[in-house]
């Protein structure tokens, strides 16, 4: 890590009022910070307001009276010393293009967003230092969590990764509170690719449950699942440890055993026979995984990495192949040494 010097972190914006936004947005109220929540939709924020919780994603979990709502982007960015993005993947680039005049050179840019650039393949931090190339103080925020879990204070660890060591113990201090525990790394590949490829995984941890395969192949699949994310990571830069770690076998671990993981429902649903647009419609949220899944083939190919259980994921999402056929193909490849 590099070091530099700035102060405090202050004022933060969240800026995107889905679950994980509003639930970081609440924690960091509540620890003390001056925090303001923007969202896209004025309806949705004048709902906010006026009944001071978000009863669309996390229903029934009051908002702090310190928690400021905020529709208009140019006043929440207006008043950040920092900006934190819970904003899908898939819109990231297009959100930083509309934002980055409103966005100052000192401001520091964090995201809590995971997964990987649509059409690209390119990690979130590429992304931010395209379209913001004004700014330098940049840092994610990873690791097994649960929106509503964080939201209702019970017992969190994340881990907060930036090239700055000052900013990540200062954006790590600020969410560190209660129950909720920050970690601090160099690694944004690594804590980036943990938190993007997890959700793919997830999705094939769900097809096994839901085909009835049991126990051992659920243990399994998320151990050679995480073998399969240190093997591009690796050799896209990420460090080893990371992978071991809140961002990599943590998330994947949290992800690929409970339901509350939109990822993990998709999986089940696949194998009740139903299609991702009909899964998509009744979860009614985004499902990084889907996406993520023809990205993380793309760098497969890019990379001369095999992910053979993602690309069976891939097959089902977009070849049509039926479940039990990817669970086939799996268990009829040639056995390899275990640390292959």
């Known amino acids: 890590m590099t070091e530099d ?3 405090g972190p202050g004022p933060v914006t969240v800026l995107g009022a889905g679950s994980w936004g509003t639930a ?3 924690h960091m109220a509540n620890a003390g910070s001056e925090v303001t929540l923007w969202g896209n939709e004025p309806d949705h924020m004048a709902r906010l307001q006026q009944q001071r919780s978000n009863q669309q994603f996390l ?4 908002f702090p009276d310190s928690l400021k709502i905020q529709a208009d982007l140019e006043q929440a ?3 950040a010393s920092w900006i934190l993005l819970a904003i899908p993947s898939h819109a990231f680039r297009s959100f930083l293009s509309i934002a980055s005049p409103l966005i100052d050179k000192d401001t520091a840019v964090t995201w809590a967003s995971k997964g990987l650039e649509e059409g690209t393949g390119k990690l979130l931090h590429q992304v931010v230092k395209e379209e913001l190339p004004q700014c330098s103080k940049l840092a994610v925020i990873s690791g097994p969590t649960f929106a509503r879990e964080v939201a209702m204070s019970m017992p969190t ?3 907060v990764a930036s090239e700055s060591e000052s900013l ?3 954006i790590s201090h600020c969410l560190h509170h209660g129950n909720f525990r920050a970690y601090t ?3 944004m590949t690594g804590v980036e690719l943990g938190g993007a490829l997890k959700n793919v995984l997830a999705i094939a941890s769900g097809i096994a449950d839901g085909l009835g395969f049991g126990a051992n192949a659920r243990a399994a699949l998320i151990t050679r699942g995480l073998a399969e994310l240190m093997r591009l990571g690796v050799t896209m830069g990420g460090s080893r440890e990371t992978f071991m770690g809140l961002a990599g076998m943590g998330d994947l671990v949290l992800t690929c055993t409970d339901n509350q993981s939109r990822n993990r429902r998709m999986g089940l649903k696949l194998a009740e026979g139903l299609s991702k647009e009909e899964i998509k419609e009744e979860i009614g949220q985004e499902i990084e995984g889907v996406r993520t899944a023809r990205e993380a083939m793309h760098l497969a190919k890019k990379f001369q990495v095999e992910l053979p259980i993602i690309e069976q994921v891939y097959k089902v999402l977009y070849e049509g192949l039926d479940p039990h056929e990817a669970v086939r193909h799996l268990l009829a490849r040639k056995p390899v040494a275990e640390l292959h």
């Open 157 to 159: 660890a994340i881990t």
């Open 185 to 187: 790394s160099d690694d």
């Open 168 to 170: 990540a113990n200062k």
């Open 24 to 26: 970081l947005a609440i």
């Open 5 to 7: 010097h700035q102060d």
């Open 77 to 79: 960015l207006k008043s």
């Open 59 to 62: 229903p029934d979990i009051a």
